[in-house]
Each structure stands twice: as C-alpha cells, then as structure tokens.
Nanobody, 126 residues
Framework: QVQLVESGGGLVQPGGSLRLSCTASELALNYYSTTWFRQAPGKEREGVSSISIRGDKTYYADSVKGRFTISRDSTKETVYLQLDNLKPEDTAVYYC???????????????????WGPGTQVTVTS
C-alpha cells in the first residue's frame, strides 16, 4: 500500500524556520511530481508548492513566494519544503501529495492527487 509520510513540523516563533520532509513507501517518489498542501482549521486545503520529477520546475502560491523553497533529493527519494520567515498565518497541517496523472497547469488543485500523507502540524506563534 502506497504511503506518503511527512515530517519536520513543529512549534516555531514568527520569523523562524522549519524544514519539512516527504518520503514514500511502495512508491518511487523520484518518478512523481510532488506537491505540498496545507490546511488551517476552518479553511480549505491550499496548494503551497510543487516540484517536477527532475526538480527543474517549481511552483509556489503567492502567499509563500520568497519565503518557502521546495526541493528534492533523488538519492534519498525525499522532497523537502524549507519554510523561512514564518508567519502566524502559516499555521496549518502540511501535507505532501503525488498523482498518477499530474498536470502542472493545475498543480494547486487537490482533486488531481490520489496519494496523500497524514500531514504534519506547523504552528507559528509567539
């Protein structure tokens, strides 16, 4: 059974940083474009950032551009999301997701993804 697993979440003060990791079992993550989403209480799931299979194309939500950086390490079959200059409004559960059929033009739409991790909590508070 395919499983994605996120790690690296935590409690951080405004302006702080975290690095989230996404790994997979029963799925060769190196062969999938991968996307990070987040969901805050009472809000819809939001696409945060996406990275192509080769890592040469990346996409970001306007709300995180210049603060978050997505990357991947093929030797570790891991996708990372570096979160810098965190703000209280970044507080959410962060999920990684992949799709058997990925369309870059709609990368931020949750409905195209069929593999999801359970999420990792990021809390930004003073």
């Amino acid at each position: 059974q395919v499983q994605l697993v996120e790690s690296g979440g935590g409690l951080v003060q405004p302006g702080g940083s975290l690095r989230l990791s996404c790994t997979a079992s029963e799925l060769a993550l190196n062969y999938y474009s991968t996307t990070w989403f987040r969901q805050a209480p009472g809000k819809e799931r939001e696409g945060v950032s996406s990275i192509s299979i080769r890592g040469d194309k990346t996409y970001y939500a306007d709300s995180v551009k210049g603060r978050f950086t997505i990357s991947r390490d093929s030797t570790k079959e891991t996708v990372y999301l570096q979160l810098d200059n965190l703000k209280p409004e970044d507080t959410a559960v962060y999920y990684c997701a992949t799709a058997d059929r990925y369309f870059a033009s709609t990368w931020s739409r949750p409905d195209q993804y069929n593999y999801w991790g359970p999420g990792t909590q990021v809390t930004v508070t003073s």
